[in-house]
């Protein structure tokens, strides 16, 4: 049972332009969200995050919104550059005392220059 | 380095043999987790330490798995008898402190690429 799913495996945006990724969950008992950017042979590095008491969290280039009612985030990227070109996960955390996360499998952003 | 440190960082297995993966987490780091990403697929947790105590290990597919961290720093996840089926990149994560609000960000290492032939 997949409990962070984000449906786009791959995601083609123009220079310049906005990106925006999007994940769904389904566990009511999630309550941080996060964003993490992975570049080949590395690992996974922090982009954004989000609690579930907020809507909005900014951060540069970078916003996530949260839709707690859908059970939906996405993230934001504006302007879109080429060295944002990468996969993007988005995970998900119970809190306070349990900070495993439940990742999605990941969109693979390219910027088009 | 200042970062989350992984060896080896490639391993090739024949099905059956043992291996042992370590991970040098960030000084001072609290909490260390083990998490397999299978090709295509997001990292799926495996195992949770708080200093050497290890809290959470729902996550390890069989007993064949098994982590350790006797001292609170260094971790080693080991396979036994490995499989076909154990092939994936095994990443380490570390944060600062565990159990707090807000959450503690994880910095993961690069990774172990195991492959089992």
């Known amino acids: 049972d997949q409990q962070v799913k984000q449906n786009s495996p791959s995601l083609s945006v123009q220079e310049g332009r906005i990106s925006i990724l999007n994940c769904d969950y389904t566990?009511?008992?999630?309550?941080?969200f996060l964003w993490y950017k992975k570049y080949p042979a590395e690992g996974p590095t922090f982009l954004i995050s989000i609690s579930s008491i907020k809507d909005k969290n900014e951060d540069g280039r970078f916003t996530v919104f949260l839709n707690k009612s859908a059970k939906h985030l996405s993230l934001h990227i504006v302007p879109s550059q080429p060295g944002d070109s990468a996969v993007y996960f988005c995970?998900?955390?119970?809190?306070?005392?349990?900070?495993?996360?439940?990742f999605g499998t990941g969109t693979r952003l390219t910027i088009i220059p | 380095g200042a970062g989350v440190s992984q060896s080896p960082r490639y391993k090739v297995a024949k099905r059956g043999q043992d291996v042992a993966l370590r991970c040098d987490p960030i000084?001072?780091?609290?909490?260390l987790f083990w998490y397999q990403q299978a090709l295509g697929q997001g990292p799926e947790f495996l195992t949770y330490f708080q200093n050497e105590a290890q809290l959470d290990k729902s996550g390890l597919p069989s007993d064949r798995f098994f982590a350790e961290r006797p001292e609170g720093s260094v971790s080693t996840l080991k396979i036994q008898r490995t499989q076909q089926e154990d092939s994936a990149v095994y990443l380490c994560?570390?944060?600062?402190?565990?159990?707090?609000?807000?959450?503690?960000?994880?910095?993961f290492g690069p990774g172990t690429r195991l492959t089992v032939l």
């Open positions: 994560a570390s944060s600062l402190w565990g159990g707090l609000a807000p959450y503690n960000e994880q910095f």
């Open positions: 000084s001072g780091h609290v909490s």
């Open positions: 566990n009511s008992m999630f309550d941080y």
């Open positions: 995970a998900a955390s119970a809190g306070f005392g349990n900070e495993k996360l439940t």
